[in-house]
């Protein structure tokens, strides 16, 4: 069986080499037809302690790490400090 493998946005990296990353959710409710955004933190293991908060990291499960890591984190896609630049020249 493969792996899941998420795409989420780092939300905490004040412990070592744990990082707590956002993934959002879109579902259209079965009833009201309305579009519902759901949000879900996983806790995920950084070995190398390199991505920061505002990273979207791609992460991947694996076997319990501790009591609330399952996940480990697979790369950084899309550095913070990318997206500082990025507006400071549009500016």
Partial sequence: MPKKVLLGKVVSDKTPKTRVVE???TYRHP???K???K???FYTHDDDNISRTGDWVRIEESRPLSHLKRWS???VVRSSEMEKKENDSTL
């Fill in 23 to 25: 993934v959002e959710y």
């Fill in 31 to 33: 009833l009201y037809k």
């Fill in 35 to 37: 579009v519902v955004r």
């Fill in 39 to 41: 949000k879900h933190r």
């Fill in 73 to 75: 984190l697979l790369e």
